[in-house]
């Protein structure tokens, strides 16, 4: 397993940007695909995206299509999550998760390391 620690959360205004890091522990950061996640007061955790291995496919959900771009440099054990034109419905803990398989990430509820999460909050 790795360990995950997110970083780069904070206070923006609605429109702003902001960019979250994601690093992992390990040697076999390569092994993993990596997914990004948030979670709000009172909701459900809800799936952001994620990258394979090598980051030659990247997947997102729709609330966020157009406006996030995930991606990870395995010489630095790191994934990012660029976030553009943010609104105050993306208020949230944003986590990232890594698992040995892509559909597990876009799909499924456990995952093989998880991190400790990183707030964002958006002002109107």
């Known amino acids: 397993q790795v360990q995950l620690v997110e970083s780069g959360g904070g206070l923006v205004q609605a429109g702003g940007s902001l960019r979250l890091s994601c690093a992992a522990s390990g040697r076999t950061f390569s092994s993993y695909a990596m997914g990004w996640f948030r979670q709000a007061p009172g909701k459900e955790r809800e799936f952001l995206s994620a990258i394979t291995r090598s980051g030659g496919s990247k997947y997102y959900a729709d609330s966020v299509k157009g406006r996030f771009t995930i991606s990870r440099d395995n010489a630095k054990n790191t994934v990012y999550l660029q976030m553009n034109s943010l609104k105050p419905e993306d208020t949230a803990v944003y986590y990232c998760?890594?698992?040995?398989?892509?559909?597990?990430?876009?799909?499924?509820?456990?995952?093989?390391?998880w991190g400790q999460g990183t707030q964002v909050t958006v002002s109107s």
């Open positions: 998760a890594a698992d040995r398989s892509i559909a597990t990430i876009q799909w499924g509820t456990e995952y093989d390391s």
